[in-house]
């Protein structure tokens, strides 16, 4: 009985050291990051067979408000750099915010051909639900309104819009056919389950603030080697090539027309 | 203290649950009525889809009722066919989820109230001529009274506290689908605590003081349930 305790506790011993070695990191990510991200956490972890990332997707002020009340994410990736900003002012960051690209709404719609879509469509009386991400605290909300009323279309629109949690579940909203057109990311749009289903039309950027996105190592995962190694590989050639794929700008490019 | 649009998420909560409760009331006897008195096979098989709610996560039921009242699912077909307006993201799509959610909240102590009250009593009121459909009226609903006040005050709390669902269907529009619940979840997402503790506080004191309202009614000496 003993001999078998002491094999027990030997082989505990054993597991206890193999997971001291595999580390494991939390990634906090904004929804227009989805595909993208899994694209690039998969490459990373080829490298980096062992370790473990784990990505949460939701709308950059929720992580914002959770990160300050000790969620366990180790980066925080925000679609408005203005929240890791706000998080390493008041000292929840253990690196410099790191701008990592410019995101760009897309209209999106997938019953109908949203490639010839304008803002000024939208008051289109056929067009009767219009979906966007909740401009309480969704980075791509607080876009659509402003590009909204930078058109003069809001007053008309408005009676028309629903609010999605985040991003992502303003293009579900759209995919189930519960609204008819979207304003959306675009690196959602070019997502190829999406993009086959109606196509989308770029909502020209000057109508509304640049959706710089910008992440930042937290706090909790100051020292962590893994959560370091995953920032480095975001400004990887490999990574920064992804991203464009999605129809993001990266930092130090210049924007599409 | 509560802002407007507070006071308009409480108002709107209220008259869902006060909907729900109604059309529950209508919707829920029959089914407690029959699984009650029933000796049928399709009595399990019944009672557990009612029971569903309880357990399911109201994400799934989300989710199943965004497709089925979209466009192309049946509902969606349904509502299109008759010529009314799509249900998501309006209040009568809310109501809808909210009485498949809430159903075992009414249906549940109707049934127990039922089966406490056991056959005798219709017998006896059928050997005195009365007819069946007299007899529920006359008999069974007033002897079942208690546990119909218990299924509403239930169904009412029940669907006040109702959050995953109407997050998932109800598209956050104020006066139509932004209730409490969500109306608190937006201010704390929007990191307005201050608002979120007022709303919340106020939620907190209704939810006990229902409950308490109705543990101590039950508690009367001389009462049965």
């Known amino acids: 009985m003993t001999r078998l305790l002491a094999h027990l506790l030997c082989l505990g011993l054993l597991l206890a050291g193999a997971s001291a070695h595999a580390e494991k990191i939390m990634v906090a990510a904004a929804a227009d990051l989805k595909f993208a991200l899994d694209e690039i956490v998969t490459a990373f972890k080829a490298r980096e067979p062992g370790h473990e990332v784990e990505v949460v997707y939701g709308s950059s002020g929720k992580f914002h408000t959770q990160i300050q009340q000790g969620a366990p994410y180790d980066l925080y990736f925000s679609a408005d750099i203005a929240y890791p900003r706000a998080l390493a002012q008041a000292g929840f960051a253990a690196s410099s915010v790191q701008p990592y690209a410019v995101g760009r709404l897309v209209l999106w719609s997938a019953s109908r051909d949203a490639r010839q879509l304008r803002l000024s469509s939208l008051t289109d009386p056929k067009i009767t639900r219009i979906a966007i991400a909740n401009p309480k605290h969704a980075p791509y909300g607080q876009r659509a309104v402003e590009a909204l009323r930078a058109a003069g279309v809001w007053s008309q629109v408005e009676p028309k819009l629903v609010y999605g949690d985040n991003i992502a579940q303003t293009a579900q909203f759209v995919q189930t056919g519960n609204a008819q057109v979207g304003i959306i990311a675009l690196a959602l749009a070019v997502n190829p389950t999406l993009s086959r289903q109606g196509g989308y039309a770029l909502i020209p950027d000057q109508l509304h603030t640049p959706l710089e996105q910008g992440f930042i190592i937290t706090k909790r995962a100051q020292g962590k080697a893994l959560a370091q190694r995953f920032a480095d590989h975001m400004r990887s050639p490999q990574a920064r090539a992804v991203m464009s794929r999605y129809g993001f700008v990266l930092p130090g490019e210049a924007a599409a027309p | ?225």
């Open chain 2, 1 to 225: 203290m509560l802002s407007a649009s507070d006071w308009q998420a409480l108002w709107l909560t209220a008259r869902l649950a006060g909907v729900v409760t109604l059309i529950l009331l209508v919707l829920g006897t029959p089914i407690a009525w029959w699984l009650a008195r029933s000796r049928s096979r399709w009595k399990a098989p019944i009672g557990a889809v009612v029971a569903l709610p309880l357990v399911l996560p109201p994400s799934v039921l989300g989710f199943y009722l965004l497709l089925a009242m979209g466009p192309d699912g049946p509902l969606g077909q349904l509502t299109q066919a008759l010529g009314l307006p799509p249900l998501p993201f309006t209040f009568t799509g809310l109501v809808v989820a909210s009485v498949f959610y809430s159903l075992p909240f009414m249906v549940q102590p109707q049934q127990s109230a039922f089966e406490a009250m056991g056959e005798r009593p219709m017998e006896v009121a059928a050997t005195l001529r009365a007819s069946p459909l007299d007899a529920f009226f006359t008999v069974a609903v007033p002897l079942a009274a208690p546990g119909f006040l218990s299924a509403s005050i239930l169904t009412f709390a029940h669907t006040v506290g109702e959050f995953g669902v109407v997050l998932m269907i109800g598209g956050n529009l104020p006066g139509i689908s932004r209730v409490a619940s969500v109306q608190i979840y937006d201010h704390v997402e929007s990191l307005d605590y201050g608002q979120a503790h007022r709303l919340a506080a106020v939620m907190l004191v209704f939810s006990f003081v229902v409950l308490l309202s109705l543990y101590a009614w039950r508690a009367q000496p001389g009462r049965r349930r």
